[in-house]
Every structure is written in C-alpha cells, then in structure tokens.
C-alpha cells in the first residue's frame, strides 16, 4: 500500500493540528496503523498506533492525553495533536504493518513524511 500523509504546518505552541495519512486502497483490517515522527538530530521515534480491525489505541507516553489516532475513513488514518510545544517539532511519518509494535522496524509501508514546527 502507498501511503500519503499531509496537514503539517506552523503552529504556535499550545495549537493544534491534524495529520491524515492517506492509503492508495482501503486498509485491511490485518494492518496496524501509526504515527511516528523524526525530529533534527533524533532518530526517528514512535507516536501512535490503531489496530484497523478493533480500533484499539496505544501512544507513546510524551504524547499521551494530547494526541490521539483514529480512523477517518476506510483508507485514511488521522492524527489529532492538540496543546503542541516546542518538543513536538519534528517530521511526521504515516506507516502501515500488521504487527502490534512501537518498533519502525515492523512496519514495511511509509508515508513520505510532513513536516510540523512548533513555534514559540
């Protein structure tokens, strides 16, 4: 599956923005969907995830309460992150696999990736 993900941008911190992660056909409900992000000079880190077939969440613990995942429609993944700070700044990635994991490494589809920048 080829993944699309747009909706980052500038943000003032304490904003908000939503991510969508776009697929080319509809997901299966094997896959587990997920956000991870890449800051400058960081390696690339998990976000969150969504099992497709239950709608079950998990998110990193820097994240949790402010981000959530959802499904927006049979082929699109979303990700609203609310009360943004400086820490968040980082590009966002959209990936695909079926296993459940915060690991980059167990998933084998990957979204070219969107910029979001927290400003102060």
């Known amino acids: 599956v080829q993944l699309q993900a747009s909706g980052g941008g500038v943000v003032q911190a304490g904003g908000s923005l939503r991510l969508s992660c776009a697929a080319s056909?509809?997901?299966?409900?094997?896959?587990?969907m997920a956000w991870f992000r890449q800051a400058p000079g960081k390696e690339r880190e998990f976000v969150s995830r969504?099992?497709?077939?239950?709608?079950?969440t998990w998110s990193a613990d820097s994240v949790k309460g402010r981000f959530t995942i959802s499904k927006a429609s049979a082929e699109t993944v979303s990700l609203q992150m609310n009360s943004l700070t400086l820490e968040d700044t980082a590009v966002y990635y959209c990936?695909?696999?079926?296993?459940?994991?915060?690991?980059?490494?167990?998933?084998?589809?990957w979204g070219q990736g969107t910029q979001v920048t927290v400003s102060s």
């Open positions: 990936a695909s696999g079926t296993q459940w994991s915060g690991d980059s490494k167990d998933y084998n589809s």
């Open positions: 056909r509809r997901i299966y409900s094997s896959a587990v």
């Open positions: 969504i099992r497709w077939s239950t709608g079950r």
